[in-house]
C-alpha cells in the first residue's frame, strides 16, 4: 500500500514539473493593417521553455502599434491619420480579446500608450500634432473618459523629420514621474503626475536636451541606479543620462552599429534586463540589427554584439518573462524572430523559432 501511494505521488510530481517547465502564456503583437495582410491584434500561446509559439485568436482594430496590458485590461493606440485615429480598450477573455470602447485622440498618428501600475490612468503619445492624451480608465469597463492633454512646441535641424513636434513615447522613471520624447525638438521633457479635480495632470519637471538631429524615440530606465539609456532614432546613438542633484547629466553616447557601418539607420527600441546588467537596441533601414551593450560599474556601456535580426525593420522586441529569450518584431519581412539569451553574457543566439505575422510592430506578454 506504501509503494502505491508513493508511485502515485511520484507520478502527480512529475505532472507539477512538467507543466511548470512548459508553461504557456499568452502573447500579444499588435501590427500595422491591411487589406490583404492582418486585421489587428494577434494572440497567441508562447512556450516559455521551448519558445513555441501558437495562434490562438485576431482581433480586428485598425493599425494597433502599440499595446499596453494591465491585468486583464489591454490597451492599444489605433495609428491612424485619416481623422480616425483612437485608442481602444480590450478585456482579456481566454484566448480572445472582447472590445470594450475607444476614443479619439487630439493628434493623430498615435504611436504610444502608458499604462499607470495601478491601472488609474493611461498617456497617448501622437507622433503628429504634438500632444499628450491622458484618459481615465477602469479595469470593467475601459476608457472613462478624456481627461486632458499637453501641447508641446519646437522644431529640429532635420527640415524633413523635425519640422514640428513629434511625440514617440510616455516611459514611467524610478522616480514615478513621465517622462517623453520628442523627436521633432531633440527633447525629453521629465513630468510628475498630479491628481486636479478628480482628474491627473502632466506638470512640468524639467527637461533634457538630446544632440541637434539626433531624434530622441524610446528610454529604458537602469533598475537600480539613476540612470536613463536613451535611443537616437536618426543618428543610432545611444546616450547614457545620470541624475546629479535635480540634473540628468549626459555622461555617455555610443552608437550602436559595428565598425565600418556606413548606412541609414532608424534606431526603435530599447530595453535594460532586469538585473541591470545588459542593455538591447533595434536600428532598422540599412542596419536591421540588434546591438548588446553590457552595463559597467558606473552605469555606462560596452557594446558586446551587434546581431542580425535576420530580417528586415525590427521595431519593437521584448524579453520573455524569464528573459531566456529576446522576440524581435521585423516589420519589413512579416516575422517576429526568437533569439535564445544567455542571462551570464548578454549574447543573443538565433534559437531557429520563427512567428509569422503582419507587420508585427509591439509584442506584449
Known amino acids: 500500500m506504501i509503494k502505491r501511494y508513493f508511485s502515485v505521488a511520484l507520478i502527480l510530481m512529475t505532472v507539477v514539473v512538467t507543466e511548470i517547465k512548459a508553461q504557456k502564456i499568452p502573447l500579444y503583437v499588435g501590427t500595422y493593417t491591411e487589406k490583404e495582410g492582418s486585421k489587428g491584434i494577434y494572440t497567441f500561446s508562447f512556450d516559455t521553455e521551448t519558445a513555441d509559439v501558437t495562434l490562438l485568436s485576431e482581433t480586428e482594430t485598425p493599425s494597433p502599434s502599440f499595446i499596453a496590458r494591465k491585468n486583464e485590461l489591454l490597451l492599444a493606440v489605433n495609428e491612424l491619420t485619416d481623422g480616425n485615429q483612437s485608442i481602444s480598450a480590450f ?3 481566454g484566448d480572445k480579446l472582447k472590445f470594450i470602447n475607444k476614443l479619439p485622440t487630439t493628434g493623430s498618428a498615435p504611436c504610444h500608450v502608458l499604462l499607470d501600475p495601478k491601472g488609474k490612468y493611461a498617456i ?8 499628450l492624451d491622458i484618459y481615465g480608465i477602469d479595469s470593467q469597463k475601459g476608457l472613462l473618459g478624456h481627461e486632458g492633454n499637453v501641447k508641446f512646441e519646437g522644431s ?3 527640415k524633413k523629420r ?3 513636434p513629434h511625440i514617440h513615447s510616455t516611459f514611467f522613471g524610478k522616480d514615478n514621474h513621465v517622462y517623453v520624447s520628442d523627436l521633432g525638438s531633440d527633447q525629453i521633457y521629465e513630468f510628475q503626475v498630479q491628481k486636479k479635480d478628480g482628474k491627473h495632470a502632466l506638470n512640468l519637471a524639467s527637461i533634457i536636451k538630446t544632440p541637434a538631429g539626433a ?3 524610446h528610454l529604458a530606465f537602469h533598475p537600480k541606479k539613476k540612470i536613463i539609456y536613451a535611443i537616437m532614432e536618426m543618428t543610432a546613438d545611444v546616450l547614457v543620462y545620470e541624475k546629479e542633484n535635480d540634473t540628468w547629466v549626459e555622461k555617455q553616447r555610443l552608437n550602436m552599429n559595428g565598425e565600418g557601418f556606413s548606412g541609414n539607420s532608424g534606431a ?6 532586469k538585473d541591470g546588467r545588459f542593455v538591447y537596441a533595434t536600428d532598422r533601414v540599412d542596419a536591421n540589427n540588434i546591438a548588446s551593450f553590457k552595463v559597467l560599474r558606473d552605469g555606462k556601456l560596452e557594446k558586446i554584439q551587434v546581431q542580425s535580426v535576420l530580417g528586415k525593420g525590427p521595431r519593437n522586441f521584448n524579453f520573455s518573462p524569464d528573459e531566456k529569450f529576446v ?3 521585423n516589420q519589413l519581412s512579416n ?7 544567455d542571462k551570464k553574457t548578454g549574447l543573443l543566439t538565433d534559437s531557429g523559432k520563427r512567428i509569422n505575422a503582419f507587420k508585427p510592430v509591439c509584442l506584449i506578454f
Not at 497617448?124 to 500632444?131: A, E, P, W
Not at 526603435?268 to 534586463?273: E, H, P
Not at 516575422?335 to 539569451?341: G, T
Open 91 to 93: 478585456q482579456i477573455e
Open 327 to 329: 522576440l524581435v518584431g
Open 156 to 158: 529640429g535641424p532635420n
Open 215 to 217: 531624434g530622441p524615440r
Open 335 to 341: 516575422e517576429v524572430v526568437i533569439f535564445k539569451r
Open 268 to 273: 526603435a527600441d530599447i530595453k535594460v534586463s
Open 162 to 164: 523635425q519640422d514640428a
Open 124 to 131: 497617448v503619445s501622437n507622433y503628429l500634432g504634438g500632444t
